[in-house]
């Protein structure tokens, strides 16, 4: 039996890690250099983007809805491309003042079942935000409010604490089901006509009972290429070309020449036979590569006190499908993403070398801790919480206007609190 030693001490003078070693060596004054480089713009850009979230501050707005809506989403599709920035900046900006790209999040919060709107925002974007819902949404009243998440301290003695992510069922090619897939894109004058997929996360949102919180978040930025301008060593592409690249794939054609790879025997391209299915997703992806688009994060957080520590099994039950009426087998849907609980396979590793119970809630608790701070700095794009346990989704303005917008009377939850009178302009002919 030979020595576990001598075999280690072996593999380095084994002849391919020797040529690796000199391989690396020789091209050292190439690799060297730009991962040193890397290294250091990434702490940097952290340091210096930190001074200036902390010069910027935020706003957060509550946007509060009359009785009646009469508009479809489409109208709040339209704010989303109004409001969609890449930012202008320099490199100057971006090296010396830490400059971003702006972001925004979008937010529905449910207080013991009382249902608020929100918008979180750079001080900068206020207007651009307000003006645009206004457009749309002339009834609508729009307020600077406290930022409801402060209060809340992360003490799991008093409350429980669980947070999660949904995530996309396909790649980011695929769009989901929209408004436009429930008719909501047409002129409707009965608003009982109108079948909102909104509606369900509202509903269910306010059947929270009191002690209970559940708060949506859906972080938003502007997708565009990336280079050194922004702050990236290496240009990153678009995800346009992958839908491009998935339509092709699912016509069976050349992505050059965008005629058919499949050829006969004499030589002749064959036509592919698409099914209604394969024609409704080269349909959609296509409708999805003309509009704007946004990197997206969509989280939950709920928070329940001890008082209703019963509820907790069927309030996450419930968490679990709230996104469901998105889905379609033949496009994309939303599934559970990471979560502060412990994965399976962790708890079966846990179990296997037993691991004492303590050991799990430290790790659930550290979770649900830093979830909740991500959510509270409305962090997602930037550090401290970069990407924080979930890769961005693509969603365009179509599919961002189905999952957030200013639902009608269609929506009768009773404590879905809104306005008692309608916001309007005075009359032009009034004596000064």
């Not at 809506?69 to 491309?81: D, T, W």
């Not at 897939?181 to 109108?194: A, P």
């Not at 690249?245 to 698409?274: A, C, H, V, W, Y």
Request: with cysteine; hydrophobic share 40%; aromatic share 16%.
């Amino acid at each position: 039996m030979n020595d576990p030693v001598t075999d280690f001490i072996q593999l380095f003078q084994d002849e391919k890690f020797l040529r690796l070693v000199s391989f690396l060596r020789l091209t050292a004054p190439v690799w060297l250099p730009l991962t040193l480089l890397s290294i250091f713009m990434r702490f940097w850009l952290r340091y210096i983007r930190s001074d200036f979230f902390a010069r910027e501050g935020y706003k957060l707005l509550e946007v509060k809805l009359p009785r009646e809506i009469f508009k479809s989403p489409r109208a709040m599709e339209m704010v989303f491309n109004n409001i969609w920035q890449r930012g202008s900046v320099t490199y100057f900006d971006t090296y010396r003042d830490g400059k971003v790209r702006p972001w925004f999040s979008f937010e529905i919060a449910s207080f013991g079942g009382e249902i608020h709107f929100f918008v979180w925002t750079l001080p900068k974007y206020r207007n651009l935000i307000e003006s645009n819902i206004y457009s749309q949404y002339p009834t609508v009243e729009i307020f600077e409010v406290p930022d409801y998440t402060i209060p809340v301290r992360f003490n799991p003695e008093k409350r429980f604490m669980w947070g999660t992510y949904f995530q996309f069922t396909k790649s980011d090619s695929y769009p989901i089901k929209t408004y436009v897939d429930y008719g909501l894109d047409k002129e409707m004058t009965e608003e009982e006509q109108k079948i909102d997929p909104l509606t369900a996360v509202i509903e269910y949102m306010g059947s929270l009972k009191k002690g209970e919180q559940l708060w949506f978040q859906i972080a938003a930025r502007a997708h565009s290429r990336l280079g050194l301008l922004n702050g990236h060593l290496f240009p990153r592409a678009d995800w346009q070309k992958e839908g491009r690249d998935e339509i092709d794939k699912i016509l069976l054609r050349n992505s050059e020449t965008k005629g058919s790879r499949q050829l006969s025997p004499t030589g002749f391209p064959i036509i592919p036979t698409l099914t209604e299915g394969e024609k409704r997703q080269a349909e959609a992806i296509e409708r999805s590569l003309d509009k704007l688009a946004y990197e997206c994060a969509v989280r939950f957080f709920y928070i329940a006190e001890k008082e209703v520590e019963d509820l907790i099994p069927l309030t996450i039950a419930g968490l679990v499908g709230i996104m469901r009426q998105y889905n379609s087998i033949d496009l994309n849907g939303f599934k559970l993403g990471w979560y502060t609980d412990l994965a399976d396979l962790t708890k079966d590793f846990f179990s296997l070398f037993f691991i004492p119970k303590r050991i799990w809630d430290q790790f659930q608790q550290n979770y649900a801790r830093r979830f909740l701070d991500a959510y509270k700095r409305r962090s997602y794009f930037y550090p401290p919480y970069r990407f924080f346990k979930q890769t961005p989704l693509i969603l365009t303005v179509e599919e961002l206007a189905t999952i957030y917008h200013f639902p009608g009377s269609v929506a009768t939850t009773p404590t879905f609190g809104r306005i008692l009178s309608k916001r309007a302009e005075p009359p032009p002919n009034l004596p000064v």
